[in-house]
Nanobody, 123 residues
């Protein structure tokens, strides 16, 4: 499966953005999907994950109640609605997919990755 992330940009603290991840190549609903982010000089960190049918989700503590992950299998697209953004949310955001890993937070266990989209939150 090929993944293409989009929707990043520059926003003020307290603002919002919606990221999208478009998938192509294989049946999108086969995959558990996740969002990760990586700031300069830091390791890639888990943000959120969603099950194949969208019925289950998992969030990092740092984004819970501010971010919402969702997917539309008919459109082969996953989303990340980011509200109440903080400067510490600034990073390159990546989408990832795996057929078997159940909503996990370990980036090493996701087999497919998109190219990343930059999110910058100004204070």
């Amino acid at each position: 499966v090929q993944l293409q992330a989009s929707g990043g940009g520059l926003v003020q603290a307290g603002g919002f953005l919606r990221l999208s991840c478009a998938a192509s190549g294989r049946t999108f609903s086969r995959y558990v999907m996740g969002w990760f982010r990586q700031a300069p000089g830091k390791e890639r960190e888990f943000v959120a994950a969603i099950s194949r049918n969208g019925g289950s989700t998992n969030y990092a503590d740092s984004v819970r109640n501010r971010f919402t992950i969702s997917r539309d299998n008919a459109k082969n697209t996953m989303y990340l609605q980011m509200n109440s953004l903080k400067p510490e949310d600034s990073a390159v955001y990546y989408c990832a997919a795996d057929e078997n890993y159940a909503l996990g937070s370990d980036p090493m266990k996701y087999d497919y990755w998109g190219q990343g989209t930059q999110v910058t939150v100004s204070s």
